[in-house]
């Protein structure tokens, strides 16, 4: 049986993977699992969404589930997910329920849970949610059934946290930000401003259908353009619930989550803030990156793709920065999980302490071309292990001389081998790549 949680909970087609039946179980669930850690107090769940037209459905049915359960739920309203990871602790509250897809299709939606103080869940802790999901326990009448209230001020809250976090006010900088009509699409912008930028909005006026919409981190065509148009120091793309964040230089490059994490890195260490002078990173960021820290006395440790192992990483280490090339950025001396606008406005407060353009400060790293190939094989456990797959991997890296590097790594959801290259030239990475594809195709 598939496990119903994923590598960012669950998620599916809304009201057909995804139902309002599911999400009632899944939310009575939690807080069943989540709430009898602590048995003095009767549960307090926080929960939010992202402004896709299914979340006021699967928002009602999560907030029956948790108030069937007997737990009090505090409405949030449309706010991005580390808004409602950070609310779950100021709020003292014992779990916390994201409704979003993140950066998938409108039609999509999920269900993101947060433990006390907005951590996410182990592997299995989420294994004993699904395991009760029938559960058949007597469930609480009279005065025992949870009460629900809305937080009116939860938007105030979090943006009050982000300007804390922000070491330099941001006077003298004019960002464009691409809110992908998403979560983000008040609270960016108004963040953004009271820190002291000029902000220009693109793609905040979210209607529930176009979240997402050829907008957004996955999309930056629109967002390139209109940091020329408007002659701005740069660009910031959010996802739908604004957990990662992207940029764009003043010449509407794109500056992604590897080049992001150098220009962190290297102003954290410089202030002191870089614990162990240690960054965390996936094995999928760019080699450029590696070369980067090495180069500036920053040791970087690699985990498995995803951000909770990065976050497990940064908690067992101690380590205070971590992230994803994708945007994904984590700060733990001021967030619990990836946090898209605290991301955004550390980098910028970087560029008004600095002086020095997003250009420059991004140029620390060289991106080393990248080329990623996904090969349909029948069993992708026995490809990556042939011997033939490894003599082939040994004599390409041989071949790249330290100057390159390969990663074969088998699909977590399909029967698929990515084969990822990066090398000094475009051209000579996407021949290793396709030279490579070609023999895990010849085994599977």
Avoid: W
């Amino acid at each position: 049986m598939a496990r119903l949680f994923g590598t960012d909970g669950v998620r599916g087609l809304a009201n057909a993977d995804l139902t309002p039946e599911l999400a009632l179980a899944v939310a009575a669930a939690a807080a069943r699992v989540l709430g009898e850690r602590d048995r003095t107090h009767r549960p307090v769940a926080v929960v939010g969404r992202d402004p896709r037209v299914s979340g006021e459905m699967l928002e009602a049915a999560v907030t029956a589930g948790l108030a069937a359960a007997g737990a009090d739920v505090l409405r949030v309203g449309v706010l991005p997910t580390p808004a409602v990871a950070h609310l779950v602790g100021q709020l003292d509250a014992d779990l916390g329920v994201m409704i979003s897809a993140s950066h998938n299709p409108m039609p999509d939606n999920g269900i993101k849970l947060f433990a006390a103080g907005g951590h996410k869940l182990p592997d299995a802790v989420e294994d004993e949610i699904a395991a009760r999901l029938t559960d058949t326990a007597a469930r609480p009448t009279g005065a025992g059934i949870g009460r629900v209230r809305d937080v009116t001020d939860a938007a105030r809250r979090y943006v009050d946290h982000l300007l804390v976090a922000v070491p330099q006010p941001l006077t003298g900088l004019r960002v464009v930000v691409d809110c992908a009509n998403g979560a983000a699409s008040t609270v960016a912008p108004e963040a953004y401003r009271r820190a002291g930028a000029e902000v220009v909005a693109l793609h905040a006026s979210p209607d529930g259908v176009n979240i997402n919409d050829r907008c957004g981190s996955t999309h930056l065509d629109q967002l390139r353009a209109a940091v020329v148009t408007h002659g701005a120091d740069l660009g910031i793309a959010h996802d739908g619930d604004a957990d990662r964040c992207l940029a764009v230089d003043a010449a509407g490059e794109p500056v992604d989550g590897d080049q992001i994490m150098a220009v962190l890195a290297l102003a954290m260490k410089e202030s002191g803030e870089l614990a162990q002078d240690t960054l965390v990173a996936t094995v999928m960021s760019n080699l450029g990156l590696h070369l980067a820290m090495r180069a500036h006395g920053v040791t970087l440790r690699t985990t498995a793709v995803g951000d909770r192992y990065v976050l497990e990483e940064l908690r067992a280490g101690g380590y205070s920065l971590g992230g994803e090339q994708s945007g994904h950025v984590v700060l733990p001396a001021h967030a619990t999980t990836g946090d898209g606008l605290l991301t955004a406005m550390r980098l910028m407060a970087r560029m008004a302490g600095t002086g020095r353009p997003l250009a420059e400060l991004a140029s620390v790293m060289r991106r080393l071309p990248q080329v990623l190939v996904n090969v349909p094989v029948s069993d992708k456990a026995a490809v990556v292990s042939a011997p033939s797959v490894a003599e082939a991997v040994a004599a390409v890296e041989a071949e790249l001389a330290g100057q390159g590097r390969v990663l074969l790594r088998p699909s977590g959801t399909e029967q698929l081998v990515r084969v990822m290259v990066e090398a000094p030239s475009q051209d000579a990475a996407e021949a290793v790549a396709h030279r490579l594809a070609g023999v895990v195709s010849s085994v599977g």
